[in-house]
């Protein structure tokens, strides 16, 4: 089993932890990092790809046939022919997606004009009978007793979400590897009908890219330039 086959079954996943201040630019854009390897990829004439499930247990399956037709077409952009048999085919392509379960977050935007530390009053935060995180001052000096504004209660829980693309390129006549690269977002979605082209456009930016260079990746609304920084 792939390393994201596992994702897609719940399991940990394998990708390092995102910085999670990246999901401020989710509104604009889609950011993802992409690590690129790369060894004597052939140009683009007189090869012929098919594009083949790295899981074999997702071959067939329509919705892995979507988003191979996807990275069919990213192949095809750059020059490369599409065969339908991997038997005609000068390069493999394996490609392979999944989502992890989500990690909860939950962030505080307190703003208490009223709070003095002379007082003492303290925040605290727990969950009332519905589950929900509230905050709640308690006083730590008998003067500040009953103490409860509920304009505090300003917190709010989210689900961070990681996802992940693998993309390998094998020479057929041997099974040499020529090339082979991740990328990984966090996002608040776990639709891969959304993530996956998302994760495939930052794949094939500038692609095939530096070998062993990590570089972040944001894929802009429709009619606006891509934007490349490195790491």
């Not at 992409?34 to 594009?51: D, I």
């Not at 993309?167 to 690269?181: P, T």
Request: net charge neutral; glycine share 8%; proline share 5%.
């Amino acid at each position: 089993m792939s390393k994201i086959a596992k994702i897609v079954r719940g399991t940990k996943l394998a990708f390092a932890p995102l910085a999670l201040g990246a999901l401020a630019a989710c509104a604009s854009g889609f950011n993802a990092d992409v690590s690129r390897f790369e060894s004597q990829l052939p140009a683009p004439q007189g090869q012929t790809f098919a594009v083949v499930a790295d899981d074999q247990r997702l071959a067939g399956g329509l919705e892995f046939s979507r988003y191979a037709q996807v990275v069919s077409d990213k192949m095809a952009a750059l020059g490369y022919r599409p065969v339908a048999n991997v038997s005609e085919a000068t390069l493999v392509v394996r490609f392979d997606y999944g989502v992890d379960r989500g990690r909860e977050r939950i962030r505080s935007s307190i703003r208490d004009p009223f709070y003095d530390s002379w007082y003492s009053y303290q925040p605290v935060a727990y969950r009332d009978r519905n589950g929900n995180v509230r905050v709640t001052y308690v006083p730590t000096r008998q003067w500040g007793y009953g103490w409860n504004d509920p304009w505090l209660n300003d917190v709010d829980s989210y689900t961070v979400y990681t996802s992940g693309i693998e993309l390998k390129i094998d020479r057929a006549s041997d099974g040499q590897r020529l090339f082979e690269g991740k990328a990984e977002a966090a996002s608040l979605s776990n639709r891969l009908q959304y993530l996956v082209p998302n994760l495939v456009e930052a794949m094939f930016t500038d692609f095939p890219g530096n070998s062993g260079e990590t570089v972040r990746i944001s894929v802009a609304p429709e009619d606006q330039p891509v934007q490349r920084g490195r790491r």
